[in-house]
C-alpha cells in the first residue's frame, strides 16, 4: 500500500487546524470566499444518501486577500461565523484565513489549505488511500454523490483519482437566458476539447474542473499537492496527477456547478460566463478541428520515433510546416533522443513520449496557431458538430457530448 510521505507537511510547514475524528474516511473540499452560496451546497451534500456520513469531513475555508474590500472581507465574517454555528450530519471544520498576501491569495491558496489539511489527517490516522474531494462553494450534488464515490474508489484500488461528472444548469428562472445560453455554449466547448483529445488519441483527455474531481491522499501528496495559483490549479495539479497511474472517471453521480458570470478568479467558467455576455454580439469560438488534425497525424506516427533519428522523422514524417517549426522551438530532437535513452521499450517510451507532448504543449499548440491565423478559432457549435459529423443546434449537441461522455 502506498503510504503518504510525511517530508511533504514538513517542507510545506502545515500543522492540524482541528481535532481529528478518526472514523472520517472522506474530506470535500470548499473554498469560500464571501459566498452565501456555501449553505446552500452544505444542504445539498447533507441531503444525499450516503448512510455513513459520520466518515465524511468537509472542510470550508474562508479566506479573502489582505487587499479584498472591507464589505468582502466583513461578509467573510459572518459567514465564519455561521458555519461556526451550523449543524449538519457530518463533520464540518470551517478554516479562516484572513488578509493573505496578494501575491498568493485565491482559490489555489484556498483550495491547497484545505487539501494539504485532509491529507494530513490521513497522515495521522494511517489511512493513505484517504479520499479528498475538490468541491466549488456554488456547487450542488446528486443524491448518490458519496455513494458513487467511495464505490469508485472501493472498486478500483489502483485509480490515482477521478473525475465526477458534471452539468452546469442550462435552463430554469434562476438566471436570465443570456446566462444559461452563455454557459451551454461555455460547456460545450469544455466537452469539445476532450472530445478532440480522444480523437486524436492523447491518453489523457479528461475534464480538469476544480469542482469535480476527487484524489487520494497518496497520490495527491506524491503530486507535491495543488499550487498556489489564483486560478487554474485544477489544471495543473490534474496534469501532474494523469501521468502517476490510473486516473478514472465517476459518471454515476453528478456535481451541478453554478452557471453564474464572476470575476473572483482570472480566469475558469465564471470568467468565461461574464466574457460571453459582455460580448453578445459575438459567437463563441473554440478551437479548430484542423489544429487537432495536424497533431493526430503527429501523433499517429510517434512510435516511429522508437526506431527512427528524430531529426529524420522531424524532416520526412511531419508534412506541416507549422508544426515541424512549433517542434523545432521545443527542442524536439534533443528532447526525444534523450529519452529512448532513459527508457527500454517502446511501452515506457510512449508514457515518456506524452509526458513531454503533454496537455500543456498541446494548447500551446492550438493558442500558436489560432493567433497567427494559421488555424484561426472557430464558433464552437460548428467545430462540435464537424467532430461527430453532425448538424444539430447548440442544446442538441450539449445533449449529445454529454451523453457520450457518460458512457
Known amino acids: 500500500m502506498t503510504t503518504v510521505n510525511p517530508k511533504y507537511f514538513s517542507r510545506q510547514g502545515i500543522f492540524p487546524s482541528f481535532t481529528i475524528h478518526s472514523e472520517i474516511r472522506i474530506f470535500v473540499i470548499i473554498p469560500v470566499f464571501a459566498d452565501e452560496l456555501i449553505f446552500k451546497t452544505l444542504q445539498s451534500l447533507s441531503e444525499t444518501n450516503f448512510a455513513k456520513k459520520n466518515q465524511v469531513g468537509i472542510i470550508v475555508i474562508v479566506n479573502h486577500s489582505e487587499d479584498a474590500d472591507i464589505t468582502e472581507k466583513q461578509k467573510n465574517l459572518e459567514i465564519f461565523s455561521k458555519l461556526q454555528n451550523s449543524k449538519f450530519p457530518f463533520h464540518l471544520y470551517p478554516i479562516l484565513k484572513e488578509d493573505i498576501h496578494r501575491r498568493i491569495a485565491g482559490v489555489g491558496y484556498a483550495r ?12 495521522h490516522t494511517n489511512n493513505p488511500q484517504g479520499i479528498i474531494i475538490s468541491l466549488d462553494a456554488d456547487t450542488l450534488v446528486s443524491k448518490n454523490y458519496f455513494t458513487e464515490i467511495q464505490h469508485y474508489f472501493e472498486t478500483n484500488l489502483k485509480a490515482v483519482g477521478a473525475n465526477i461528472f458534471f452539468e452546469h444548469p442550462v435552463a430554469g428562472r434562476d438566471f436570465p437566458d443570456n446566462v444559461y445560453l452563455a454557459i451551454s455554449l461555455y460547456e460545450l466547448h469544455l466537452r469539445y476539447f476532450v472530445e478532440a483529445l480522444k480523437f486524436i488519441q492523447f491518453p489523457y483527455a479528461f475534464q480538469t474542473v476544480g469542482s469535480a ?7 495527491y501528496v506524491a503530486a507535491q499537492g495543488i499550487s498556489l495559483r489564483q486560478g487554474g ?3 495543473y495539479f490534474l496534469n501532474k496527477l ?9 459518471n454515476t453521480a453528478t456535481v451541478y456547478p453554478s452557471p453564474r458570470p464572476t470575476n473572483k478568479t482570472p ?15 459575438s459567437q463563441f469560438l473554440t478551437y479548430h478541428l484542423n489544429a487537432f488534425r495536424a497533431i493526430k497525424a503527429f501523433i499517429d506516427k510517434k512510435d516511429l520515433l522508437w526506431e527512427h533519428d528524430a531529426a529524420l522523422f522531424l524532416k520526412n514524417e511531419i508534412s506541416n510546416s507549422t508544426l515541424q517549426s512549433f517542434l523545432q522551438k521545443r527542442n524536439f530532437c534533443e528532447t526525444m533522443e534523450k529519452l529512448k535513452q532513459n527508457v527500454s521499450s517502446l511501452l515506457y517510451f510512449r508514457k515518456a513520449f506524452f509526458g513531454w507532448f503533454d496537455m500543456f504543449t498541446i494548447i500551446k499548440f492550438l493558442n500558436d496557431t489560432a493567433q497567427s491565423g494559421i488555424f484561426p478559432k472557430k464558433t464552437v457549435v460548428t467545430q462540435a458538430n464537424n467532430l461527430v459529423s453532425k448538424h444539430f443546434s447548440l442544446q442538441e ?3 449529445y457530448y454529454r451523453e457520450i461522455q457518460r458512457q
Not at 474531481?213 to 497520490?219: E, L
Not at 494523469?242 to 465517476?250: A, D, L, M, P, T
Not at 467558467?269 to 466574457?275: F, L, Y
Open 267 to 281: 480566469f475558469g467558467t465564471g470568467v468565461a460566463v461574464k466574457k460571453i455576455l459582455e460580448t453578445p454580439e
Open 397 to 399: 449537441l450539449l445533449k
Open 242 to 250: 494523469f501521468n502517476q497511474g490510473y486516473f478514472g472517471e465517476i
Open 233 to 235: 490549479e485544477d489544471f
Open 213 to 219: 474531481f476527487a484524489v487520494r491522499a497518496s497520490n
Open 112 to 123: 491547497k489549505t484545505g487539501m494539504d489539511q485532509a491529507a494530513l489527517f490521513f497522515y
